[in-house]
């Protein structure tokens, strides 16, 4: 009787689970793969920090996932996003700092691994100190970039320490 059971609610479990899901059946999107040296990092300026969309598109609708490549010193200046963003440091250490005014003394260091949440109309800039950062940001869009530069902003590089 055991035996009998033990098959009945075998048979059961594989009727729902095959009714689920068939076992390597497609799913509804396709995986997608993509190996570090194949990420194509484009900069809009030509120096400084460039990026790579990895998936989705920030300027439509949808959830995208982008990385941030900035060079050793390169940074930017006091900006805000029009929609939550959610970042993790892969690589070097990610200097943060909040507000409109550039101050590299109030930068907080986030070493690979660490987590930060730029909440909407947070104003902030961030950047690489002596070595490569990589960032990854993952949100929703469409999503606007708005620039705080005050005049005689710093151009770009942290300043070397004397």
Same mark, same amino acid.
């Given at each position: 009787?055991?035996r009998v059971?033990?098959?009945?609610?075998?048979?059961l479990t594989? =009727?729902?689970?095959g009714a689920v899901a068939?076992?390597?059946?497609?799913?509804d999107r396709?995986?997608?793969?993509?190996?570090p040296?194949?990420?194509?990092? *484009?900069?809009p300026?030509?120096?400084? &920090?460039?990026?790579a969309?990895l998936?989705?598109?920030p300027?439509k &609708?949808g959830?995208y996932? %982008?990385r %941030?490549?900035f060079p050793p010193?390169?940074h930017?200046?006091p900006?805000?996003?029009? *929609?939550?963003?959610?970042?993790?440091?892969l690589?070097?250490?990610?200097?943060?700092?909040?507000g409109?005014?550039?101050?590299?003394?109030k930068? *907080? &260091?986030?070493k690979?691994?660490?987590y930060v949440?730029h909440?909407?109309?947070g104003?902030h800039?961030?950047?690489?100190?002596d070595?490569e950062?990589?960032?990854?940001?993952i949100?929703?869009?469409?999503v606007? =970039? =708005?620039?705080l530069?005050a005049?005689?902003?710093p151009?770009?590089?942290w300043?070397?320490p004397?």
């Open positions: 009787m055991q059971g033990f098959m009945l609610i075998a048979a594989a =009727t729902i689970a068939e076992p390597g059946a497609a799913p396709a995986f997608i793969y993509t190996a040296e194949d990420i194509a990092f *484009k900069s300026f030509g120096v400084g &920090p460039d990026q969309v998936y989705g598109d300027s &609708p959830t996932v %982008v %941030v490549r010193g390169a930017s200046n900006h805000f996003h029009s *929609k939550d963003r959610h970042a993790t440091v690589k070097g250490v990610w200097w943060n700092g909040v409109e005014t550039l101050d590299f003394a930068a *907080k &260091p986030l690979a691994g660490s949440l909440p909407a109309g104003a800039w961030d950047g690489a100190g070595e950062t990589i960032v990854q940001i949100g929703e869009g469409p606007e =970039t =708005t620039r530069d005049p005689g902003a151009a770009g590089y300043p070397k004397k």
